[in-house]
């Protein structure tokens, strides 16, 4: 069992920058894939960018060159940098977790359906 709580978010003006964060509670040992998605109202909850406990990373294409993402190992927490904010990146911020052991021969998701741990998500505004 994983516990996800997000924070960070708020608002920006377009261009500014936010850091998103992931605090991981529970039994979190082995290979794990997380993920960043996010959903704004009346649309469809979307990836955002996929982290690899093994080190691997997948970025949206919207997103691609504006945000990274990052894990402390002390503090068991996933960051989400986002860089050059757009009004479009407005929306609800979601961290998920797969469960642990997920191969190594695999790469981590970006579907929804991939991940069973959710956080309750963070609130991120972009104004123009």
């Known amino acids: 069992q994983v516990q996800l709580v997000e924070s960070g978010g708020g608002s920006v003006q377009a261009g500014g920058s936010l850091r998103l964060s992931c605090a991981a509670s529970g039994s979190t040992a082995g290979r794990r894939c997380m993920a960043w998605f996010h959903q704004a109202p009346g649309k469809e909850r979307e990836g955002v960018a996929v982290?690899?406990?093994?080190?691997?990373?997948r970025f949206a294409d919207s997103v691609k060159g504006r945000f990274t993402i990052s894990q402390d190992k002390a503090k068991n927490t996933l960051y989400l940098q986002m860089n050059s904010l757009k009004p479009e990146d407005t929306a609800m911020y979601f961290c998920?977790?797969?469960?642990?052991?997920?191969?190594?021969?695999?790469?981590?998701?970006?579907?929804?359906?991939?991940?069973?741990?959710w956080g309750q998500g963070t609130q991120v505004t972009v104004s123009s």
């Open positions: 982290w690899g406990s093994d080190g691997s990373t």
């Open positions: 998920a977790s797969t469960y642990a052991g997920w191969p190594t021969w695999e790469a981590c998701p970006i579907q929804q359906d991939g991940y069973a741990y």
